[in-house]
């Protein structure tokens, strides 16, 4: 008997995460984006905050104007 036999390596993946911020469960792959490009397609890759959850993030704190805009001091 081998351990391959009994275990594959999608088990050891998560497929699966939930959103920090709707709560709701979706699809890792294709609900979350990349924030680590380099680092291949691993589960630690993504964020933790689905593709919709953070469109309406950046829509509401562009449109609010709550951008916060940098200036070099003045010394």
Not at 37 to 42: A, L, N, P, V
Not at 45 to 64: D, G, H, L, P, Q
Request: hydrophobic share 25%; with cysteine.
């Amino acid at each position: 008997m081998k351990i391959d036999d009994e275990f594959n390596l999608e088990h050891l993946l998560f497929k699966q995460r939930k959103c920090r911020t709707c709560g709701k469960t979706k699809d890792l792959l294709t609900d979350y984006y990349l924030i680590r490009k380099d680092r291949g397609k691993y589960p630690s890759s993504y964020a933790y905050e689905c593709k919709s959850c953070t469109k309406k993030r950046v829509i509401n704190t562009r449109k609010n104007g709550s951008t916060i805009y940098w200036e070099y001091p003045d010394w």
